[in-house]
């Protein structure tokens, strides 16, 4: 047997076993263009004390990231920069006497650039700050990985059309409210056009990012490490790797998927069986991030997921000239 190395874990078949627990990748797995697709949970290796056989990425540690801290950091950033931005528009409106945050009609407008505002300020701080704590590119840390998104496209998009036609399905089973708050957004069609463009191009992404790149994640991170043996060597080992177990991704999941569609329960007049429908979509767009172990990719399925739903609505307004035809589906 090969004597455990100095800077290794202590560890015996008689205490703390890692491969029990624990799922570990190395970096020339993460190199290799069939490994591209998968997340690093699903990849298991014999974990051993020679320093020849221990994968790269053990010996040159990055911590795992981003954890909860970093999701409750990014959080407060979009609060903050929520308010100031609220402030700031309902000071423009009082100084030019216009009721920018009142008016019915320039609400849904302006909802929209006080929301693309808060999201440009908030990822632009993460994306300068964070990687300062991090030693790394954001996109990396992220697992943003635009190369296979881009390498599948067209599967992509395929798949989330047809997740939305699943959901849309599944509501027309259920019996909703019959004019929600999110229908306000849909009254004025000279703002139709931008709150599409927003809805298609900007919102998956921020919304993918802090679900499926940061909360994902970071719900995984402290899984593993509460189930964790209370063990020094346990601890040093933990301390010198960087995998996630499968077990906490697919709770993480679960979990951050509840999260998304709770996020969206105000817009659905808090009918709870169209939150459980968007629940399932979330299952879905966390599917495809592990899958694919690409934030990227899950943001091309929920573009094409609510792009779908917009040509729709083009095609029954007539090119969102005749808005009163929404009323009828």
Same mark, same amino acid.
């Given at each position: 047997m090969t004597e455990p190395q100095p800077n290794e874990p202590s560890v015996t078949h008689e205490g703390f076993r890692p491969e029990d627990h624990f799922v570990i990748r190395s970096q020339s797995d993460e190199a290799s263009p069939a490994s591209a697709l998968h997340s690093d949970?699903?990849?298991n290796t014999t974990f051993t004390r020679s320093p020849s056989d221990v994968p790269h990425d053990l010996l040159t &540690?990055? *911590?795992r990231q981003p954890n909860l801290g970093y999701s409750a950091a990014l959080l407060g950033i979009g609060v903050l920069a929520l308010f100031a931005v609220s402030v700031f528009i309902g000071i423009i409106g009082f100084i030019t006497h216009t009721k920018l =945050?009142? !008016?019915s009609a320039s609400l849904p407008l302006t909802s929209i650039l006080i929301e693309a505002v808060t999201f440009l300020i908030t990822y632009g701080i993460a994306y300068i700050a964070f990687p300062r704590f991090w030693q790394r590119p954001f996109g990396q840390v992220i697992h943003w990985n635009p190369a296979v998104a881009k390498e599948h496209v067209p599967q992509l998009i395929g798949v989330g059309i047809a997740l939305s036609i699943v959901a849309q399905a599944l509501e027309s089973l259920l019996t =909703? *409210?019959?004019e929600m708050p999110v229908d306000a957004f849909f009254k004025q069609p000279s703002t139709l056009w931008i709150i599409a463009i927003f809805g298609t191009f900007v919102a998956p992404v921020c919304e993918e990012v802090f679900f499926r790149g940061f909360l994902l994640r970071g719900f995984a991170i402290f899984f593993d490490w509460i189930a964790l043996p209370k063990t020094d060597e /346990? %601890?040093? #080992? #933990?301390? !010198?790797?960087t995998g996630l177990s499968q077990r906490s991704m697919i709770l993480s999941g679960v979990l951050t998927s509840g999260l998304f569609a709770a996020m969206h329960a105000a817009q659905l007049g808090w009918a709870w069986n169209a939150v459980g429908v968007l629940w399932v979509v979330g299952g879905g767009l966390t599917y495809i991030r592990i %899958?694919?172990? !690409? $934030? /990227?990719?899950?943001? $091309?399925? &929920? /573009?094409a997921y609510n792009g779908l739903l917009f040509a729709i609505m083009f095609v029954i307004t007539g090119g969102f000239r005749h808005l009163d035809k929404l009323a009828n589906h």
């Open positions: 949970v699903f990849t &540690h990055q *911590p =945050l009142a !008016s =909703l *409210p019959k /346990a %601890r040093e #080992w #933990w301390q !010198s790797t %899958r694919y172990n !690409s $934030v /990227a990719a899950s943001s $091309v399925v &929920h /573009a």
